[in-house]
């Protein structure tokens, strides 16, 4: 499925098998998490996407060639994180989410919306034993930057997650996994995803418009809603930290200093390491993490889209070639 142009939708083509480069895997693609920033890239609110591109970054693969690492026949995961310099002051000093050269699979390379794809095999991981493919792809990007985003909430207690959908359905179970108490805010009258909150150990749900029972230590926010912003500051207490975990957000109104004094930290989270998908694809299975997903055909990947800008996905939506 292919992007022509952006914003515009997505259309089935037929492309010549892609020629994997040194170092790189030919993969048969097995599943392909649907994540908010294919949404971001279809609706050009992220610039430069490389045209026609082929979309996904949560691919889970069989290798068919190539590679050091992993033999044919193995399952690989493939993350948003496609390749670095290695050598910018980034990449040399363990934050080589931020290089200045990266890469990046199904934006600015082409990713998983396909039968085939091609990755750099340093930048693949294994998949858990005990993840079908479904339930596996999920992990990839709403699970591993959910994760990188929770580890910057240090150790807050009482978590508040702002966008109860693929990421924070993952982060919940870790959280509570870690003793942490989970504090669900969604859409005002959601209540199916209040529901499904409370089902996976949040102790409280509620809509935007209303604040947690309880001081929160730390929120993240899943949600490209900027408005969320100066709700979950006011929601954290002294020193508390909030996290926007998206890659996009609707601009953040203004809001008074006092929501930001007394060391209450406003960050965000961009992209990941390696480093964080190895800690997180070596935790989820000892969790558990369970992911809830919804399987769609590839080629109704516009629909699975749809329904994703809608809220109408409980847990994450999968592509499936
Ligand atoms: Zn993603
Ligand atoms: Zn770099």
Redesign the pocket.
């Known amino acids: 499925m292919v992007l022509a142009s952006a914003p515009g939708g997505l259309e089935p083509r037929e492309l010549p098998d892609p020629e994997p480069g040194p170092g790189e895997l030919l993969l048969e693609v097995l599943a392909c998490g649907v994540?908010?920033?294919d949404l971001h890239i279809v609706d050009a609110e992220l610039p430069d996407p490389k045209l026609p591109l082929v979309p996904g970054?949560?691919i889970v693969g069989r290798v068919v060639s190539g590679g050091e690492r992993f033999e044919p026949g193995a399952r690989v995961g493939v993350p948003?994180l496609g390749g670095v310099d290695g050598s910018c002051r980034f990449c040399r000093s363990g934050r080589e989410n931020l290089c200045e050269q990266a890469v990046f699979t199904g934006y600015t390379r082409d990713g998983g919306y396909a039968q085939l794809a091609a990755a750099d095999e340093r930048f693949c991981f294994p998949v858990p034993e005990g993840y079908p493919d479904l339930q596996a792809a999920p992990l990839l990007?709403?699970g591993l930057?959910g994760y990188r985003a929770l580890r910057l909430a240090g150790d807050a207690e009482r978590l508040g997650l702002y966008g109860f959908g693929a990421a924070a359905h993952i982060i919940c179970q870790v959280a509570r996994h870690q003793g942490r108490r989970v504090f669900a805010v969604t859409r005002p009258g959601d209540e199916e995803g209040r529901a499904f909150a409370l089902s996976l150990g949040a102790e409280w749900a509620g809509g935007s418009d209303e604040r947690p029972p309880e001081e929160l230590d730390a929120a993240l926010i899943f949600a490209p809603a900027g408005e969320l912003v100066p709700l979950a500051l006011a929601a954290v207490g002294r020193g508390g930290t909030v996290v926007c975990a998206g890659i996009h957000m609707s601009d953040i109104p203004s809001f008074p200093y006092e929501l930001l004094w007394e060391e209450r930290v406003l960050r965000s989270v961009a992209n990941l390491t390696r480093r964080d998908g190895e800690e997180f694809l070596d935790l989820a299975p000892r969790v558990p993490v369970r992911t809830e997903v919804e399987a769609h055909p590839l080629a109704d990947a516009n629909e699975a889209l749809e329904r994703l800008r809608t809220g109408r996905v409980r847990g994450a939506a999968v592509l499936v070639p």
């Open positions: 994540c908010r920033t970054h949560q948003w990007c709403a930057i």
